[in-house]
């Protein structure tokens, strides 16, 4: 999508069907490369952000060298905000105990009443801290989705990241394990009767999770590393009573 858009659009000139031309291509390449293609009304939105995104770029080009420099100070006087809150620390306070691990629903429950906030909001946060564990990574980020940028409805962000946290970690040799992912989701999308995401969104999903994971992982084994290279720095000539002996 963003490459038909950045890159073929561009070089079209002047078309006498603008988005009917555009989805043609777009479904094309999805066909080559064997996914579901976007609607038309999912194109005509990306293609409406893109120019918006791109219109908005042209006007900060144009200010003036002065405007420009009072928006710099601002950015900078901003960037301070992003500094965790007792809040935040008290959320890391409660995840972190909880490990890399599944999370049943029982935990998140009672870390849920230990917050104050449903156990659904538990898994989310928990997911944005094992990503980046550091209480700013749990700074609340602001309202709305950015130019260019996918969002799926929070109901169906949460039964994504229910499955990927307690259902898939529970089910073990799985022949077609994407297949499976995505008939899990959609399973539980139509009794929640919200839209499913489709499969390359789930795929995309899943291999953040796999990272964030590999990640956790990463660190956990450098902490334990170090914690055991102190350990076992201790000066064995005053631990050893043999030592200097006469």
């Known amino acids: 999508m963003s490459e038909v858009l950045t890159d073929w659009r561009p070089r079209q000139g ?3 069907h603008p988005l009917l031309d555009l989805c043609a291509e777009i479904q094309k390449r999805c066909a080559g490369a064997s996914v579901n293609p976007l609607s038309r ?7 409406a952000a893109h120019r918006k995104a791109e219109a908005a770029s042209s006007a900060r080009v144009k200010r003036p060298l002065r405007q420009s420099s009072r928006l710099c100070k601002t950015t900078v006087l901003n960037s301070t ?5 007792e809040r935040e620390r008290e959320i890391v306070k409660v995840l972190r105990p909880l490990g890399i691990g599944p999370l049943s629903r029982q935990q998140a429950k009672k870390a849920g009443e230990l917050l104050g906030i449903h156990w659904s909001t538990v898994y989310r946060l928990r997911r944005r801290f094992l990503a980046d564990p550091v209480a700013s990574a749990l700074i609340p980020h602001d309202r709305g989705p950015k130019v260019g940028s996918s969002r799926l409805a929070e109901t169906v962000e949460e ?11 529970r089910q073990r040799h799985l022949a077609y394990p994407l297949l499976e992912l995505s008939v ?9 009767s919200v839209n499913p995401p489709s499969r390359p969104t789930i795929s995309r999903r899943w291999a953040a999770r796999r990272k964030a994971e590999a990640q956790s992982s990463a660190r ?3 902490r334990r590393r170090v914690t055991e290279s102190k350990a076992g720095g201790i000066d064995h000539g005053l631990a050893d009573p043999c030592v200097g002996a006469v």
């Open 220 to 222: 956990v084994r450098v």
């Open 159 to 169: 039964i994504v990241s229910e499955v990927l946290t307690d259902w898939l970690p």
């Open 14 to 16: 002047r078309l006498a």
């Open 41 to 47: 009304a999912t194109i005509s939105r990306r293609w």
């Open 81 to 85: 905000v992003g500094i965790a809150t």
């Open 184 to 192: 899990e989701i959609r399973k539980r999308c139509a009794g929640a």
